[in-house]
């Protein structure tokens, strides 16, 4: 369970580095920057140490999955940016394809 919180972590701190880069305006505001270049380092290090576990593809798709779709409800909620049915649905089976992943795969520890 362990290499699954760090992953968890990781996929945080990334969705806080995105959310960041969103609001740096195009690296033109210095604090949300400086907060993109810290929250993508404990993002790819944290990730780097739950590769130690977890096969990269599984991993990877965790971790890009989860972050599409906490960013896609941030950029909602935050940014009042729209999403329609299809991006809807296609979120819905991101997040379908990462629970078919950790209830059925053998790849990945459990």
Known sequence: MMPYLIL??????????????QASQQFTRLGPTIIVVIAYGISFALLGWA?????????????SGLGIIFIAIIGFV????????????????????ILVIHLFSNTAPH
């Not at 590769?51 to 971790?63: D, E, N, Q, S, T």
């Not at 991006?87 to 997040?95: N, S, T």
């Open 8 to 21: 968890f972590f990781a996929v945080m701190a990334e969705t806080i580095g995105t959310t960041a880069l």
């Open 51 to 63: 590769l130690k576990f977890l096969p990269v593809g599984i991993a990877y798709a965790i971790w």
């Open 78 to 97: 935050v940014f009042s940016q729209k999403l329609d049915f299809a991006a809807i649905a296609g979120m819905g089976m991101i997040l379908g394809g």
